[in-house]
């Protein structure tokens, strides 16, 4: 939260329909996106999300100097995205700006350390602007008479951005060993087979050496179901991690479902394949024109253990890179395929040698009628003999 205090002047709430004010917010955190030192690889575009922008306008008219108590909680801030990330800034109405807001956010940097993600002073504003994976933001103003908690602020500006998503890398309680997830094309090729089969049920193969994985066994998988309309990966993966609202890491028990949560977050599990096939019929569910989605972990999580280890953030890292919280390896994050692998179960009815005799059939067969045809005129031109 960031304060600035100078004479009061009265003025009007802007939000979630201004679009010269939409416009502003999302330029300005773009823009500071980009003069990141050292550059990013893997920084988002920035994007206006309106529902974000209601969570932001309800909670600033509340006139709380204070986060929103809500944040963690699935569904209670944004239909998708569970935690949200926020931004507060609160100071006289005479001097505030968007940019001059984000600027204050961003001007933190000077207490970041980069190399060692540690902050000599306040600086979780500037990393949530910065923040690479988050992609979404909607933020209000409100003008308040006073504000709770703030003392001696009259008529103040009371500016709240909120931000999405964060899933790996934002658990609570935090991770000290989750491990960054890679793309894997041998476990795609497993959820693409098993996907195209459009049964609503978990694929049978995934503890049979080799048959799911040529390196991982047993392989991990997530389910998602539903009408075409409604499928995003976005969707399909938050519907997952929202699972969080049924499981209780201290007893490591759920409340309902909760294992396509604890896989997400499991943090051995390193590698991702997905697919989706798109159904006109689901067996073993009701759904038609379905959209199925699924993806295979490798290795598996969802023993019975916790998903992973508690304490700061990449303490278990075994002095791996930190990155967004999460322990990177560039050897272990190569994406490697074996180009010659894929499940037998899917493999087609006819194989190679089948291939090859289909192939082969019409020349035998011209072959044959031509010899059929020629046989009788060689007979005829040949010499008798005596």
């Given at each position: ?7 009061p ?31 990013a ?60 807001a ?69 658990v ?13 094309p041998d ?8 996907a ?59 409340r ?27 067996a ?11 993806c ?29 919280q ?5 050897e272990?994050?190569?994406v490697i ?36 045809w ?13």
């Amino acid at each position: 939260m960031f304060w600035r205090q100078m004479e009061p002047q009265p003025t009007t709430d802007r939000g979630t329909e201004d679009a010269k004010f939409i416009e502003d917010c999302v330029r300005a955190h773009n823009t500071f996106r980009s003069k990141v030192n050292p550059p990013a690889s893997n920084m988002f575009r920035m994007s206006w999300d309106a529902a974000l922008a209601k969570t932001a306008k309800a909670w600033a008219k509340k006139c709380k100097f204070k986060h929103n108590s809500y944040l963690k909680m699935p569904g209670k801030v944004h239909p998708t995205f569970t935690p949200v990330g926020e931004n507060i800034w609160t100071g006289t109405a005479t001097i505030f700006s968007v940019d001059a807001a984000v600027t204050d956010w961003f001007n933190e940097v000077k207490s970041y350390d980069f190399n060692t993600r540690a902050c000599a002073d306040m600086c979780g504003h500037y990393t949530q602007v910065v923040w690479a994976e988050s992609y979404k933001v909607g933020c209000a103003v409100h003008f308040c008479s006073t504000v709770e908690n703030f003392p001696g602020l009259f008529r103040a500006a009371h500016f709240v951005c909120d931000y999405g998503p964060a899933f790996r890398s934002g658990v609570n309680p935090p991770a000290s060993n989750m491990l960054y997830m890679s793309w894997d094309p041998d476990l795609a090729k497993t959820a693409k087979a098993w996907a195209k089969k459009c049964l609503f049920k978990h694929n049978t193969y995934l503890k049979d050496p080799g048959q799911a994985h040529p390196k991982f066994t047993p392989v991990g998988e997530n389910l998602w179901t539903g009408s075409l309309s409604h499928f995003t990966v976005q969707a399909a993966i938050t519907s997952w991690y929202n699972e969080v609202s049924a499981y209780n890491y201290a007893t490591n028990n759920c409340r309902g479902t909760c294992g396509h949560y604890t896989q997400i977050v499991w943090a051995t599990s390193y590698k991702v394949g997905c697919a989706v096939h798109f159904c006109p019929s689901v067996a073993y569910s009701s759904i038609t024109k379905a959209a199925h989605f699924i993806c295979n972990y490798g290795p598996a999580g969802n023993y019975p253990v916790h998903p992973y280890k508690t304490g700061a953030a990449c303490s278990d890292c075994n002095g791996e890179r930190c990155a967004s919280q999460l322990c990177q390896n560039a050897e272990r994050d190569k994406v490697i395929s074996d180009s010659r692998w894929r499940p037998d179960w899917d493999r087609p009815a006819c194989d190679e040698y089948c291939i090859t005799v289909i192939a082969l059939r019409p020349l035998l067969l011209i072959l044959i009628i031509l010899a059929t045809w020629l046989l009788p005129k060689y007979r005829s031109i040949a010499p008798a003999s005596e």
